[in-house]
């Protein structure tokens, strides 16, 4: 069990760039999270997969924003044109469907700054 | 939507002292969870709670699902200085769906000075 990792670890892009994040999620777990973290905030949900399928979106999740998960493995964040707003912590979050399904494990995160 | 009041925001502790913090709702949660995160990483999991009243221990750590469902606590008893960090408390509201954890804002912990 390695964990849920993340890439990259920090991004720093200039207004109106786009963005993409990864997540690999724990082996096994169909079910991955994805959350925003801003600075003494703690995560704010986003969407959620379980295998390939998106099964739900937060209002947070503006049109500038897609995710995937094409194979039900790792799964990935885009921001279209960027804004300053969009600089926070974005993390990814796993478990996988059983009894007890709230025990999700975070990754260590993307830090995105916008300038 | 819903929130969570995680209280204190933040406290500063010495060597030894035992630490409380606690979580309420206004509306009931199915789930209560306890998370570490220290900075520039993602929140470890410390204690998951599934049933109303649930008294669970983790090493020094020890937290209790509400018997009203609306509240938790955790506690740390002999605190050392690697408890140092913020400490998030996270549950599912009943009748929420499957994804959405819900988080506090955090309690912050600091070395007394």
């Known amino acids: 069990d390695t964990g849920v990792s993340q890439d990259p670890r920090h991004k720093i892009t200039k207004r109106g760039q786009n963005v993409t994040f990864r997540c690999d999620p724990i082996s096994e777990h169909n079910r991955l999270y994805w959350y925003r973290q801003t600075l003494g905030q703690g995560p704010e949900f986003l969407t959620y997969?379980?295998?390939?399928?998106?099964?739900?979106k937060s209002r947070l999740l503006s049109d500038r924003f897609s995710a995937e998960r094409p194979k039900g493995s790792f799964s990935t964040l885009e921001i279209q044109r960027t804004e300053q707003g969009d600089s926070a912590m974005y993390l990814c979050?796993?478990?996988?469907?059983?009894?007890?399904?709230?025990?999700?494990?975070f990754g260590p995160g993307t830090r995105l700054t916008v300038l | 939507g819903q929130q969570l009041n995680q209280s204190p925001q933040s406290m500063f502790i010495q060597e030894g002292e035992d630490v409380s913090m606690n979580c309420t709702s206004s509306?009931?949660?199915?789930?209560w969870l306890w998370y570490k995160q220290d900075p520039g990483e993602g929140p470890v999991l410390l204690i998951a709670?599934?049933?109303?009243?649930e008294l669970t221990s983790n090493g020094r750590l020890t937290a209790q699902f509400g018997i009203t469902r609306k509240d938790s606590f955790l506690n740390i008893s002999a605190s050392i200085p690697s408890d140092v960090g913020i400490y998030f408390c996270?549950?599912?509201?009943?009748?929420?769906?499957?994804?959405?954890?819900?988080f506090g804002k955090g309690t912050k912990l600091s070395v007394k000075p």
């Open positions: 996270a549950g599912r509201p009943f009748g929420g769906s499957q994804g959405n954890l819900i």
């Open positions: 979050a796993s478990t996988r469907t059983a009894y007890l399904t709230d025990t999700q494990y």
């Open positions: 509306s009931i949660f199915n789930t």
């Open positions: 709670l599934y049933k109303a009243g």
């Open positions: 997969f379980q295998n390939e399928a998106q099964l739900e």
